[in-house]
T-cell receptor
Framework: EAGVTQSPTHLIKTRGQQATLRCSPISGHTSVYWYQQALGLGLQFLLWYDEGEERNRGNFPPRFSGRQFPNYSSELNVNALELEDSALYLC??????????????FGPGTRLLVL | AQKITQTQPGMFVQEKEAVTLDCTYDTSDQSYGLFWYKQPSSGEMIFLIYQGSYDEQNATEGRYSLNFQKARKSANLVISASQLGDSAMYFCAMRERNAGNMLTFGGGTRLMVKP
């Protein structure tokens, strides 16, 4: 069974540009989560999508946005990029798992570098 | 206050020995889940083990076991018979029922296995 996939693996942008990151969940999973792992700041929750709707949002500015498509894949968009947006962006997915409380399974991440 | 605290930034263990990675948590929720993830240098977060707040027995998954002490709010990960491939960052995370499915992560512990 294929795991969570993310693209691109690496992305280089300049300040002020927009970045689009993509994620495909594990087959059968309907929830997609986005996390940011910036140097020195640890892993921080960004967004949760389920059944096409944004369900929860972390403490990030509105220039971080996203969407979930009917096939449950997701996009994370970061507008007006700032240097501090440089980070590893991890996508995770979960499905109904009564035993493991909807364990989140992560993809390999997208490394975003803002110059 | 920190929700998840991992007090060991780095640890060494001899190959084939057991090692315990510490995790304490803080929540007022009665229902929550605790997770451990492994992050190799490649960046992907690999799910290791889960413990639910209502589970009476400690979780085990192969060489991984979770020493869950609810009254002390600790959820330590025990890795038995360490292998060189266990060298990685290890993160403890919590999902609170009333926090909208987000995972809150600790700062991580870097484990280095010596041959």
């Amino acid at each position: 069974e294929a795991g969570v996939t993310q693209s691109p693996t690496h992305l280089i942008k300049t300040r002020g540009q927009q970045a689009t990151l993509r994620c495909s969940p594990i087959s059968g999973h309907t929830s997609v989560y986005w996390y940011q792992q910036a140097l020195g700041l640890g892993l921080q929750f960004l967004l949760w999508y389920d059944e096409g709707e944004e369900r929860n949002r972390g403490n990030f500015p509105p220039r971080f946005s996203g969407r979930q498509f009917p096939n449950y894949s997701s996009e994370l968009n970061v507008n007006a990029l700032e240097l501090e947006d440089s980070a590893l962006y991890l996508c995770a997915s979960s499905g109904a798992d009564l035993v493991k409380e909807e364990t989140q399974y992560f993809g390999p991440g997208t490394r975003l570098l803002v110059l | 206050a920190q929700k998840i605290t991992q007090t060991q930034p780095g640890m060494f263990v001899q190959e084939k020995e057991a090692v315990t990675l510490d995790c304490t948590y803080d929540t007022s929720d009665q229902s929550y889940g605790l997770f451990w993830y492994k992050q190799p240098s490649s960046g992907e977060m690999i799910f290791l083990i889960y413990q639910g707040s209502y589970d009476e027995q400690n979780a085990t998954e192969g060489r991984y076991s979770l020493n869950f002490q609810k009254a002390r709010k600790s959820a330590n990960l025990v890795i038995s018979a360490s292998q060189l491939g266990d060298s990685a960052m290890y993160f403890c995370a919590m999902r609170e029922r009333n926090a909208g499915n987000m995972l809150t992560f600790g700062g991580g512990t870097r484990l280095m296995v010596k041959p």
